[in-house]
């Protein structure tokens, strides 16, 4: 399936989004090795903004284990029957990991099962959300090289933010990449060889607290000074409400929500978290699906990617 990418320059670079391909989907992978940051709440509810822009949208989920992406679309379809709504509903597949004991079979095993999920999604959706595990996994890695698009989110957290780099906890300065950062940087060399574009990789600063704590102020000094050290865009993530909690029982997004449709009461407070969904898509700047073809890319020479400054 490699064989549908186009040329790529420098993966280490930060790039604006690239235009949609003509008759394939636009991949936009929701990934971090953390789990709890966030990761399937944000992928309903983009899959459900971009729905309701009229885009056909699919969604993979890579972490049939725990299945959470998986039983927020079961609770949804549940929800609707109960009510007798017509939500919209992504196509969605989950893919299971290999059962075979051997690695390099049990990886080929995931590859094609991938593969298998993927290549339709492609072509019936304008935009496919892969949902992946929050640990390092080989199907999370091959999903990595299709992305378009990365969106990593992140907790407000110098926790989470270590998976991004080591900081000096005296200066705040950037010691070096971490284990996370060094990854992408592999699976963006990776599509490079392969032929692939360059991705647009996105971290959104999710569960941001209202107050103007120091925490908060410290994290953004450093999260935009990585930006430019290793090559992502920085956008508004979601704030930490209960209502995202609430929702995922009856399988609802704040876009769900209006007056007097049965479900939770819509509040001020819901309106303006509706605002962030919102303005989460339009900083993703994805490529609208009704884009015309982009003109084929001329051939540039080969660009060895430079790995992240270590100092």
Do not use: C
């Not at 959470?68 to 969605?92: C, F, Q, S, V, W």
């Not at 999710?206 to 120091?214: E, G, I």
């Amino acid at each position: 399936m490699t064989g549908s990418f186009q040329a790529a320059a420098n993966p280490s670079i930060v790039q604006t989004q690239a235009a949609r391909v003509q008759g394939r989907a636009h991949v936009l992978v929701i990934g971090n090795e953390k789990g709890g940051s966030g990761k399937s709440t944000t992928a309903l509810h983009i899959a459900v903004a971009l729905m309701g822009d009229g885009s056909r949208v699919a969604t993979l989920d890579l972490d049939a284990r725990q299945g959470t992406l998986g039983r927020y679309l079961e609770n949804r379809t549940a929800y609707a029957a109960r009510k007798g709504l017509d939500l919209p509903m992504p196509i969605h597949a989950a893919v299971p990991l290999s059962t075979l004991s051997d690695r390099m079979a049990a990886e080929a095993d995931e590859k094609a099962r991938f593969e298998a999920a993927l290549g339709p999604a492609l072509a019936a959706a304008d935009f496919v959300i892969v949902d992946t595990p929050g640990s390092d996994t080989y199907l999370s890695r091959t999903a990595h090289v299709w992305a378009d698009t990365l969106l990593t989110p992140l907790n407000d957290s110098f926790i989470d933010l270590d998976l991004l780099a080591r900081i000096d906890p005296e200066t705040l300065k950037i010691v070096r990449p971490s284990i996370y950062a060094e990854a992408v940087w592999k699976q963006r060399q990776l599509r490079a060889i392969q032929g692939g574009r360059p991705v647009d990789w996105v971290v959104m600063r999710n569960r941001l607290s209202s107050l103007a704590a120091r925490n908060k102020r410290d994290m953004g000094t450093v999260i935009e000074a990585l930006a430019k050290r290793i090559g992502f865009r920085v956008a508004a993530g979601l704030s930490e409400r209960v209502i995202y909690k609430e929702l995922f029982l009856s399988g609802l997004t704040l876009l769900d929500l209006k007056r007097g449709s049965g479900g939770p009461s819509l509040t001020l407070s819901h309106i303006a978290a509706r605002q962030e969904v919102r303005d989460l898509v339009a900083a993703l700047n994805l490529p609208p699906a009704t884009a015309a073809a982009p003109e084929a890319a001329p051939v540039t020479e080969p660009a060895t990617p430079a790995r992240p400054p270590a100092g």
